[in-house]
């Protein structure tokens, strides 16, 4: 029974060993850039075109947590909202408030390891939370009737792109990721799309609501353990 018992202890010391070899675990933080646009409606009548929508580009902070093949990430954005607005003469863009949003995301990546420096392509799904937003004046945009609820702000999203590290010591590591993302509508805009196609098919035409997208770039330092 002993001699059992030391032969299982001695299996799990040699199973986290393997594990450990395998899945190299990390964790660290930095800051990060995101830019989003064509968040919005149109509607098409014919060769015309209407839009309604807003660019959000944020600055934040970001902690990320890595097994080698998975990294997930949490963070943090203020944003800077520009409303855009196109009909078939005129395109006109105003300063449109602001907003901070919490963010989550989980991508599956695949490193190649060059000795200092190891280079990754990367492939997941994201989800942003808007926590308060305000319009030029700096009133509240969920004060109005025409969102009854921030949260119908909200996204979730794709994201694809690259990333390496570059090692600092044995343990640090310096982290860069350039990403593409592209965010499924919010509710809200979901909503507007279904009120542009009431609307264009009184004339012949659709509405719906737009993809937003843009770039997502990060920096930070990382830790090995």
């Known amino acids: 029974m002993k001699k059992g018992i030391v032969i299982l202890v001695l299996l799990m010391f040699a199973a986290t060993g393997?594990?450990?070899?395998?899945?190299?675990?990390?964790?660290?933080?930095g800051g990060l850039f995101d830019w989003s646009f064509s968040n919005g409606a149109e509607a098409k009548i014919g060769s015309d075109k209407y839009y309604t929508g807003w660019r959000d580009m944020g600055f934040g902070a970001f902690l990320f947590f890595d097994a080698t093949y998975v990294e997930v990430e949490l963070s943090f954005a203020y944003a800077l909202l520009t409303s855009v607005m196109i009909n078939p003469s005129d395109t006109n863009t105003e300063k449109g408030g602001n907003m901070m949003k919490a963010g989550a995301s989980i991508l599956g990546k695949y490193p190649f390891d060059f000795g200092f420096?190891?280079?990754f392509p990367l492939l997941g799904v994201s989800y942003h939370a808007v926590i308060i937003a305000k319009d030029q004046d700096g009133d509240k945009i969920n004060d109005y009737s025409m969102l009854d609820n921030i949260k119908n702000l909200s996204q979730f999203g794709l994201l694809g792109g690259a990333g390496f590290d570059i090692d600092l010591t044995r343990s640090l590591f310096l982290r860069a990721e350039a990403l593409y993302q592209l965010c499924l509508p919010s509710k809200f805009m979901s909503d507007?799309?279904?009120?542009?196609n009431e609307i264009a098919k009184l004339s012949g035409g659709t509405g719906y609501a737009t993809l937003g997208m843009g770039p997502r770039v990060k920096v930070g330092v990382g830790y090995r353990f």
Not at 18 to 29: P, T
Request: net charge negative.
């Open 18 to 29: 393997v594990f450990a070899q395998a899945f190299s675990m990390s964790a660290g933080g």
């Open 117 to 119: 420096i190891t280079v």
């Open 192 to 196: 507007a799309g279904e009120v542009y």
